[in-house]
């Protein structure tokens, strides 16, 4: 049976950056990281939107917020060092009328608190300039908000695992944790593994992963949903210079349908939030008995869809209906045509949902004696990653200690 000090499991962005950093910090530990995929990054790190975010939205003092900022930061940093191409393009929130003007401020606020830097509220003839197509009266301007291509960054943290003599093992697929003294067995795929310390990073899996260890639960499940996006026409490019988002539903964890520039020069108009039927389903008619199964026999489940359940229908409407998506994005670009628009790309998110029916906003890591569990890592989970990645180290490095 093989045995390691530290087995992460999940080759996702967090996942890789949790490794990394545990051997940035103590280089003779065995470690492995296990991916169920035959290649590392082929969910949520390898179907986002590709944009470094700021902090702008995030409740100040939140993991999320102060992971945020530093990790903007840091990933300029890392993508320097390592000639990791990115694009800082900046980006507008823009306010469509008056009644959106408070929340404008609101967020504009938040950024500020969150000590986002170069943050301006800008008027009608500035956001003209900056956004020609772009409707709206009033916007926050980001100008340090930025693009990147986060497969090479999945990469470039795959490479110092590496050479720093972990190992990555895909086509690893975990399905038992049991926890012996000083010991965990990981049953996989391939055969059982031994680690001392296991650290789960398992995105849309990450409740089964959890689940698998048993112990004290807090009943927190994933419940997945899909982001469609559509792709501009080439000939229609310039119609988005960089980033438009919308000023967000307060209450809803996702931002809203917006245009992103991307680093191959496309623009991407999404995405939507539905609920995905299958967790990694990331086509519309793509159904899992068990997954759907899970979120339907879910308490929390029905408890979010009675608060949610006009944005959900309208959600579901405009995935089933392109006028109808076009008609959400004519709000933010009026001279958008039908045409304009041709089928992309789509990401399913992680979201976690607690039993009384939030959506879980803040990142969220359970400790164990010698496991961990990321339960909740969604976006800004990207930019974040190399100080979610601190965050779980700091925690747990007395244990690892060789
Ligand atoms: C549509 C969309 C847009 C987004 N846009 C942005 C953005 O612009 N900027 C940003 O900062 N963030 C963004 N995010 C969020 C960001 O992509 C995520 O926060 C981040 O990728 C999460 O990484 P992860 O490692 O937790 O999950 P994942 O990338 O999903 O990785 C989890 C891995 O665990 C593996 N796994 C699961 N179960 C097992 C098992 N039993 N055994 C072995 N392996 C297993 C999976 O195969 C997977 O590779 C977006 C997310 C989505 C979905």
Sequence with gaps: MKQYDVVVVGGGLIGLATAREVLKRQPDLRLALLEKE?????????????????????????????????GHREMLAFCDERGIQYDL????IVALDESELPRLQNLYERGT??????????GQERL???????????????????????????????????ENGGEIITNCKVTGLVEH????????????????????????????????????????????????????????RHMCKSLIYPVPDPEFPFLGVHFTKTMRGEVWAGPNAVLAFAREGYGRWQVNPRDLGAA?????????ARQYWRTGMAEMYRDYSKGAYLTELRRYMPALRGDDLLPGPSGVRAQAL?????????????????????RNAPSPGATSSMVIARMIVDTVEQKLAV
């Design 38 to 70: 035959p290649e590392i990054a082929r969910h949520q790190s390898g179907h986002n939107s590709g944009v470094i975010h700021t902090g702008i939205y995030y409740t100040p003092g939140s993991m999320k917020a102060k992971a945020c900022v530093a």
């Design 89 to 92: 393009c900046g980006k507008v």
């Design 113 to 122: 608190a969150n000590g986002v830097q170069g943050l301006e509220m800008i």
């Design 128 to 162: 003209r300039e900056l956004e020609p197509y772009a409707a709206g009266i009033k916007a926050i301007h980001s100008p340090n908000t930025g693009i990147i291509d986060y497969g090479q960054v999945t990469c470039a943290y795959a490479d110092d695992i590496r």
């Design 181 to 236: 003294g000083n010991t965990t067995t990981l049953v996989t795929t391939i055969g059982d593994i031994d680690a001392e310390f296991v650290i789960t990073c398992g995105g849309l899996h990450s409740d089964r992963i959890a689940n698998m260890s048993g112990g004290e639960s807090d009943g927190v499940q994933i419940v997945p949903f899909r982001g469609d996006y559509y792709v501009l026409r080439p000939e229609k």
């Design 296 to 304: 339907l026999t879910f308490g929390g489940f029905w408890k979010m």
């Design 354 to 374: 607690s039993p009384d029916g939030k959506l879980v906003d803040d990142f969220l890591i359970k400790h164990g004696e010698r496991v961990a569990h990321v």
